[in-house]
């Protein structure tokens, strides 16, 4: 379906859409342009008078939502980080249908100069921290999940159910628990961050016998890393009941140990046909119950442990920032394999009835492995090649596409029946990524096997030093697109009148419909497609200045 309800696409992560009738990849090369930009929270609350409000999270499309009046219409979804949740007609050229203000999100207090106060991140690339995660819609039951950070108590996160149609509030709750294991380590708000995207298992998408596992409305499961990462922080995931938001189940990563974040550069956990859920940790203690540089694979109801999967060399990332979990897992619809890949570069195939343990030397017993990006030494003299975000999974052929820093775009191959992995790309494309972070954020959209294209939303090549999107005050952005196949690109934004603005760090494009939705960290999203340019009337539709509702929003 067109529908785009959570972060890359659906449970498995795959980034795909393949019921895209529109964009061809002829149409692409000749007809697409960008057709207008919206403004959100025109005036941000929080940070310097040059910041405007960031949009982090990645957009979401609800297609085909029936209104009271009987009209149809499609619903692209939008949540910034000064706490506004947007809801536009897609059908109308992105009128606003309704905007809501959760609430005064938690600041980041370093200036201009550098000077750091209480900082929440460690390159100064945010103002404030409302909503960061991407959300999660339920459409067959018209409601919305939002996680906010808000700024009571220091920090308290809570989270949010919204009706889908008019943004009206169907309940909250603050996020909060102790670990179930010792030494029970409790969960602390101020020192924790919640970046990968909401995971919402309905019991429609259990197997019969299994549906009330989760519940008559679903389980939504939130994934924490940290906030501060020299504090004492753990990876976190805890998971609510859809229907009246009450705590299920919460797990510590590390509760008798240290960080261990789960944070997948914005990715979400993902989930298989059984309803099993899977998350990434980063750097932290291994060992007895801590799972730090881990795959993990959580029961659905109890979130506890049933296989996991740690590289041998896991000791040796922890002192180099070399974090397993700077990427999200991606199950393989239809067999018995899950792929993730890290900072190392190296893109693991695991079989999900039995992860892998670990073991004291090379080579790790899992399914396969590959050096997927340049690892030193190598001609680039930059030496980081991280992947970020989460791989994209193309069904009809077999593909694995993910793009590494500094380095090219490229296509591994996974064999269905076996989950080994190609041991060399069976494409790449000659652009390769500025110098430091992200790398390419992936998404792709397809009629069915025909007109696949590979969407990427990365910064702007202006220069070795405004290339890094840590640096403070952000980079350009470009939106590029690439046949599938060959990995030729497209079409880019490079040109003025197509240009993105300042790049989201970690945000996937969304893809619907004939449009591609491309957040910024300008206050603004931008769409794109093969229409002609709307008029201004379709700029800076907005009903929230500094928090407040004007009188005539929905």
Wanted: negative net charge.
């Amino acid at each position: 379906m067109a529908s785009v309800p959570t972060q890359h696409n659906d449970n498995w992560r795959t980034g795909v859409n393949r019921a895209e009738t529109i964009l061809t990849i002829s149409a692409v090369q000749t007809q697409f342009h960008k057709m207008f930009e919206i403004e959100v929270d025109p005036t941000s609350g929080g940070g310097p008078s040059l910041w405007a409000s960031q949009i982090v999270a990645q957009p979401l499309f609800a297609s085909n939502m029936r209104w009271n009046d009987g009209t149809i219409k499609d619903i692209v979804l939008v949540c910034t980080m000064h706490g506004t949740v947007y809801a536009y007609d897609a059908t109308d050229n992105c009128a606003l249908l309704w905007a809501k203000w959760l609430g005064q999100p938690v600041l980041d207090l370093l200036d201009l100069n550098g000077n750091i106060n209480d900082c929440k991140d460690i390159h100064g690339t945010n103002p404030e921290w409302g909503i960061l995660s991407t959300p999660v819609i339920d459409q067959n039951r018209q409601c919305v999940y939002v996680v906010m950070w808000h700024n009571e108590n220091g920090g308290t996160y809570k989270l949010h159910k919204r009706d889908l149609l008019t943004g009206d509030s169907i309940g909250e709750v603050i996020i909060a628990g102790k670990a179930p294991d010792a030494p029970y380590p409790t969960f602390d708000p101020i020192f924790q961050k919640q970046r990968p995207g909401l995971l919402l298992l309905r019991p429609e998408d259990l197997p019969q016998g299994q549906q009330d596992r989760v519940g008559s409305e679903g389980t939504i499961y939130i994934g924490f890393g940290a906030s501060i990462e020299s504090a004492v922080f753990h990876g976190w995931v805890l998971a609510y009941d859809g229907a009246i938001l009450t705590q299920k189940a919460i797990w510590c990563s590390t509760p008798s140990g240290n960080q261990g974040g789960i944070w997948q550069a914005g990715a979400g956990m993902c989930a298989d046909e059984e309803g099993n859920v899977y998350v990434m940790t980063g750097n932290g203690d291994f060992g007895s119950n801590n799972f730090g540089n881990s795959f993990v694979k959580l029961s659905c109801d109890t979130l506890s442990v049933l296989s996991s999967f740690t590289p041998w060399n896991w000791s040796a990332l922890n002192p180099v920032d070399e974090d397993l979990g700077s990427s999200g897992p991606v199950s393989i619809p239809g067999t018995s394999y899950i792929i993730g890949a890290g900072k190392e570069g190296i893109l693991y195939s695991l079989n999900r009835s039995n992860l892998g343990g670990v073991t004291a030397t090379a080579p790790n017993n899992i399914v396969d492995e590959v050096q997927a990006t340049y690892n030193p030494p190598n001609p680039n003299p930059d030496p980081d090649h991280h992947i970020h975000g989460a791989a994209v999974y193309f069904e009809p052929l077999s593909q694995i596409y993910l793009w590494g820093e500094n380095d090219v775009l490229k296509a591994f191959t996974i064999d269905r029946a076996t989950g080994r992995l190609s041991k060399t790309p069976v494409a790449s494309s000659t652009l390769v990524a500025p110098n430091g972070m992200p790398g390419g954020m992936l998404s792709l959209s397809a009629n069915d096997t025909a007109d696949a294209i590979i969407w990427a939303l990365l910064p702007l090549q202006v220069g070795i030093a405004d290339e890094n999107a840590n640096r403070q005050i952000c980079v350009d952005g470009v939106l590029r697109a690439f046949n599938a196949i060959s990995l030729n690109e497209i079409w880019n934004s490079s040109s003025a009148a197509d240009s993105l603005g300042h790049f989201a760090k970690f945000v996937s494009p969304t893809i619907a419909k004939g449009r591609v939705y491309a957040p910024t960290y300008d206050g603004k999203f931008v769409v794109y497609g093969l229409d002609k340019a709307m008029p201004d009337r379709f700029v800076n539709r907005t009903c929230i200045t500094l928090g407040v509702v004007e009188p005539n929003c929905k």
